[in-house]
């Protein structure tokens, strides 16, 4: 069973950066890719940033692009979430997720399969 952990969420000021880390464990060699997803109190869970582990591509939801970068380590079982200039809409529970297949990975309903127990981010105005 996969198994993801993440950390780096706090109470940061708007305009600040924080970075999440989440850290991957099990058969990982099963992973197709990983990401992040956040939901903010009262709304639907959304997508962020996620990077195909074979090649290292990857996509941003409208709202970060410019803003957010995902990256992994060399091993691609850890990644990062760099946030800058954060918001206060950025305000979220921000979960560090992973998928098995294409299918899901592109899927904007299918859920992922592996999901983190999820971090806090707050930015105050």
């Known amino acids: 069973q996969v198994k993801l952990v993440e950390f780096g969420g706090r109470l940061v000021r708007a305009g600040g950066s924080l970075r999440l880390s989440c850290a991957a464990s099990g058969p990982t060699f099963r992973l197709y890719g990983m990401g992040w997803f956040r939901q903010a109190p009262g709304k639907q869970r959304e997508f962020v940033a996620r990077?195909?582990?074979?090649?290292?591509?990857?996509g941003y939801a409208n709202s970060v692009k410019e803003r957010f970068t995902i990256a992994p380590d060399h091993t691609r079982d850890t990644m990062y979430l760099q946030m800058n200039n954060l918001k206060p809409e950025d305000t979220a529970v921000y979960y560090c997720a992973a998928s098995n297949s294409e299918t899901t990975y592109y899927s904007p309903s299918k859920p992922w399969e592996h999901w983190g127990q999820g971090t806090q981010v707050t930015v105050s105005s």
């Open positions: 990077f195909r582990r074979s090649d290292g591509n990857t």
